[in-house]
């Protein structure tokens, strides 16, 4: 079900759009329609960008952007959530508006599905706001539309995803729900289409994450060296990730610039982040945990 916080006062309603991480990303194959065919885990940090929104009764949808990362967002018809709300306007056949407040707390194009969960986040709270009731393969198309995350960050839980992004398929891994994880940005930006034009095109295998061993041993990021190519630094980040004590796992997500870090306990966590930010006080650093529903 869709996630709902508690109102910030009469009549606003609030929606956290959780930052996506991909513990694992198979690039399998270029498909006909200019896509590549991905096999990736999906997990939700607890951590993200905040959407508030209100009623207008002028029909009107504003849209305002605060926040440690609003000046590299236009609050414009390309930002997602607007786009969002003007396709779910569009299907409903409504004619209501409404006022948002987004909040970035996640950096932009940094490979944790910011603009995807921003997306998502407004489908899921501008229906409640407007109350309208959609089927969910409905809602999925239309969350397709938007990115190929989209569908995915609607319920913001971990699963397995493959195609472009359509298909979904739940997934319980033992002990992976509430464990502590860290997430680090260099403050750099790389392109999407640039890392994955940088993708070698070698099919190295399905994806199998059965449980967390599985997914440590055989699982990858086949993006992390199109991507370290582009953007050195990103090495840097993961060599400083890997080296902390507790790590169970340290990888960089999607197409990057952002990496992550699984740890055995929240001690571990909190020591390493503290490393980290004394060594480099310019890195975005992250302390958070994987959302468990």
């Given at each position: 079900?869709?996630?709902?916080?508690?109102?910030?006062?009469?009549?606003?309603?609030?929606?956290?759009?959780?930052?996506?991480?991909?513990?694992?990303?198979?690039?399998?194959?270029?498909?006909?329609?200019?896509?590549?065919?991905?096999?990736?885990?999906?997990?939700?940090?607890?951590?993200?960008?905040?959407?508030?929104?209100?009623?207008?009764?002028?029909?009107?949808?504003?849209?305002?952007?605060?926040?440690?990362?609003?000046?590299?967002?236009?609050?414009?018809?390309?930002?997602?959530?607007?786009?969002?709300?003007?396709?779910?306007?569009?299907?409903?056949?409504?004619?209501?508006?409404?006022?948002?407040?987004?909040?970035?707390?996640?950096?932009?194009?940094?490979?944790?599905?910011?603009?995807?969960?921003?997306?998502?986040?407004?489908?899921?709270?501008?229906?409640?706001?407007?109350?309208?009731?959609?089927?969910?393969?409905?809602?999925?198309?239309?969350?397709?539309?938007?990115?190929?995350?989209v569908p995915a960050c609607?319920?913001?839980?971990?699963?397995?995803?493959?195609?472009?992004?359509?298909?979904?398929?739940?997934?319980?891994?033992?002990g992976l729900a509430g464990?502590?994880?860290?997430?680090?940005?260099?403050?750099?930006?790389?392109?999407?289409?640039?890392?994955?034009?940088?993708?070698?095109?070698?099919?190295?295998?399905?994806?199998?994450?059965?449980?967390?061993?599985?997914?440590?041993?055989?699982?990858?990021?086949?993006?992390?060296?199109?991507?370290?190519?582009?953007?050195?630094?990103?090495?840097?980040?993961?060599?400083?990730?890997?080296?902390?004590?507790?790590?169970?796992?340290?990888?960089?997500?999607?197409?990057?610039?952002?990496?992550?870090?699984?740890?055995?306990?929240?001690?571990?966590?909190?020591?390493?982040?503290?490393?980290?930010?004394?060594?480099?006080?310019?890195?975005?650093?992250?302390?958070?945990?994987?959302?468990?529903?």
């Open positions: 079900m869709p996630h709902v916080e508690a109102e910030c006062r009469a009549g606003e309603l609030v929606e956290t759009a959780f930052a996506k991480v991909n513990l694992a990303l198979h690039v399998r194959k270029r498909r006909p329609d200019g896509y590549h065919a991905l096999e990736s885990l999906f997990v939700f940090a607890e951590a993200g960008d905040r959407l508030a929104g209100h009623v207008r009764l002028d029909g009107m949808i504003s849209l305002r952007v605060e926040g440690p990362f609003a000046q590299m967002l236009d609050a414009g018809p390309d930002n997602l959530v607007m786009k969002a709300a003007c396709a779910l306007r569009f299907h409903v056949g409504k004619d209501d508006g409404a006022a948002l407040v987004l909040t970035k707390n996640l950096p932009v194009a940094s490979g944790i599905g910011g603009g995807s969960a921003d997306a998502a986040a407004a489908l899921r709270l501008l229906m409640r706001l407007w109350d309208v009731s959609i089927v969910p393969e409905t809602l999925e198309q239309i969350a397709l539309s938007l990115g190929s995350d609607l319920s913001s839980v971990t699963q397995m995803v493959s195609g472009r992004g359509e298909v979904l398929q739940r997934q319980t891994i033992p464990m502590p994880m860290l997430l680090v940005n260099p403050g750099v930006g790389v392109s999407t289409a640039r890392i994955f034009g940088g993708w070698d095109q070698v099919d190295r295998g399905a994806l199998a994450a059965s449980d967390l061993r599985q997914l440590v041993e055989a699982g990858r990021n086949d993006l992390e060296p199109p991507a370290m190519a582009v953007a050195p630094v990103i090495g840097e980040v993961l060599s400083g990730l890997r080296s902390c004590e507790g790590v169970a796992m340290a990888r960089m997500s999607g197409s990057g610039a952002t990496c992550f870090a699984l740890f055995d306990t929240e001690r571990d966590l909190v020591a390493a982040a503290t490393s980290l930010r004394e060594g480099h006080p310019q890195w975005w650093i992250a302390e958070t945990r994987i959302r468990s529903a």
